[in-house]
């Protein structure tokens, strides 16, 4: 008896969303503008991370990989004109080396300034295919 009316007293309180505990970002997004898309999605089974631009706001930019371990590796690349915008894809496993499985962060700069994060994951597999 004592069970059920706990339960039922539990069910009688508001429930309140809690703020998650797991680190995650999203794996892609624009600015509000729309003007700088990101992302870190997988092409044909290829983890590339993205930039996209409306126009050539610049031609330079930072991108930063932070792996499951802690360590950052932080390389710059070009913007490219692709005839249909302006941007640049970067093969993740080719460019930055995979640290095994777990939550990754991208990060892209352009002269200091943060121009956003995004997150994948690497599932643990029985082989390193990244």
Request: glycine share 10%; hydrophobic share 35%.
């Amino acid at each position: 008896m004592k069970k059920a009316m706990i339960c039922l007293m539990l069910a009688a309180v508001p429930l309140t969303a809690l703020p998650a505990t797991a680190h995650h970002e999203p794996n892609d997004g624009c600015s509000e503008s729309g003007d700088v898309c990101l992302s870190a999605v997988k092409v044909d089974g290829v983890r590339k991370l993205q930039i996209a631009l409306a126009a050539k706001y610049f031609s330079k930019y930072k991108l930063c990989v932070e792996a499951p371990d802690g360590s950052k590796v932080c390389k710059v690349f070009e913007i490219e004109d692709s005839g249909a915008g302006y941007g640049d894809s970067v093969r993740w496993a080719r460019q930055f080396p995979p640290k095994g499985p777990g939550a990754y962060t991208v990060r892209w700069r352009q002269s200091g300034s943060l121009l956003g994060t995004r997150g994948f994951h690497v599932r643990p597999k029985a082989c390193c295919n990244y």
